[in-house]
């Protein structure tokens, strides 16, 4: 049950941050008003610790936004945020979405919720795997890689053998049978960093918004992401319900582009690493799935950003 109120000064004065100014703002499908906190750059990743641990009595979920472009500092952002909440939440986008038809729910919540309870994101992920072709050079490419890194390669025709034996997008096979080999190798000697973080550099212009929903994939229903319309904002938000339900990754960061999250299940088994990058990388097309699949054991933050 959500609260119809919430005094953010109320929740601020259990934080270090009594003093941060804050704003309120009416969202009509919401059951209560939207908070936005001023926060420093350094700051907001501690704020949103303290307001994510007070969440299961405020209802209200923490969300880290960057101010870009003509709002890069505190005082126009919240003159545009108080005048046009369309612009805070970019629902215009939703709009754009079902008129191409990559998504069946108009602008509208409630119905893009309902969706999302009906949505197989899987299906929707191979599908768009299924549409990748491999490049001519791709497996010469990939077996030097494996040298490169190991000292040696499989078998060409052994791996595509193996492929034969995979269901889903041949290209999605490939990949997949290429990290199987290299999880049976004793050593891994390529360097393994940890998934990117994006920390943003515009100086001290950040804000914690406080938005009552019952799971914070919801979020994605009222506040539009940019990587959305690829398999539509239904089948997105049913991903982030099932990567919070599996590995507890919550959604910390919002910038447009990006989604960061807070992982507080890392991921242990390396196949199931390679199922999230998967997913991610399909949304994201940012790195190589063995690569982001490496990145993610044991991390405990995820990063996912779909460029324009």
């Known amino acids: 049950m959500l609260p119809a109120t919430l005094s ?118 191979e599908r768009l795997n299924g549409s990748a072709d491999e490049y001519p050079d791709f497996w010469a490419d990939q077996l030097d890689r494996l040298r490169q890194e190991y000292g040696s390669a499989p078998d060409e025709l052994s791996l595509i053998e193996a492929m034969k034996q995979q269901s889903g997008p041949p290209q999605l096979a490939a990949y997949r049978v290429l990290f199987d080999w290299e999880c ?10 940890s998934p990117f973080w994006f920390d943003p550099d515009h100086g001290e212009h950040m804000a914690v918004l406080l938005i009552p929903v019952a799971d914070p994939a919801d979020i994605l229903a009222y506040m539009h992401w940019w990587g959305s319309p690829s398999i ?28 960061q999250f807070n992982v507080t299940r890392p991921i242990q088994d390396p196949r199931v690493a390679f199922d999230v990058a998967v997913q991610l990388e399909t949304l994201g097309m940012w790195n190589d799935f063995r690569d982001t699949a490496w990145a993610l054991l044991g991390a405990s933050h995820w990063h996912l950003h779909n460029r324009p």
């Open 184 to 193: 049976r190798q004793p050593v891994r000697t390529a360097e393994t960093g």
């Open 8 to 125: 953010p000064k109320g929740l601020l004065a259990k934080t270090g941050f009594a003093d941060a100014e804050y704003i309120s703002c009416v969202i009509p499908e919401l059951p209560s008003m939207v908070h936005a906190i001023h926060a420093g750059q350094h700051d907001a990743p501690l704020l949103w610790r303290q307001l994510r641990a007070q969440y299961p009595a405020s209802g209200h979920w923490p969300l880290l936004v960057w101010f870009v472009g003509a709002h890069q500092s505190w005082e126009p952002w919240r003159e545009a945020a108080l005048r046009d909440v369309p612009f805070l939440f970019h629902r215009q986008e939703f709009a754009h979405e079902y008129e191409y038809g990559r998504s069946r729910a108009p602008n509208d919540p409630a119905q893009i919720l309902a969706h999302a309870r009906l949505a197989e994101p899987r299906r929707s992920i």
């Open 232 to 259: 539509g904002s239904p089948a997105v938000i049913a991903l982030l319900r099932d990567w919070q339900r599996q590995h507890g990754a919550e959604l910390m960061c919002h910038y447009g582009t990006m989604l």
